[in-house]
């Protein structure tokens, strides 16, 4: 698998120039799969804070009503 955290641009490439990163077909492909990581993560943390809201509900719940769904007495 190859390594996408390495950037490809180098100080001594021989294409470097002001431009580079508009131009560079390389640096594209790089780009282009880090901004799909990024979506990847952006989705997984999603999901993640869905679940950590939804189990802070249900423990809300059970602290108020007991496991049963009955109000507990005082």
Request: with cysteine.
């Amino acid at each position: 698998m190859e390594n996408t955290k390495v950037n490809p641009c180098k100080p001594d490439c021989p294409l470097r120039s002001a431009t580079c990163h508009a131009e560079c077909e390389a640096y594209q492909l790089y780009r282009e799969r880090r901004l799909q990581e990024y979506e990847q993560r952006a989705a997984r943390r999603a999901v993640q804070d869905a679940e950590a809201v939804r189990g802070e509900k249900i423990r809300r719940d059970v602290r108020e009503r007991g496991l049963d769904g009955t109000r507990r007495r005082r």
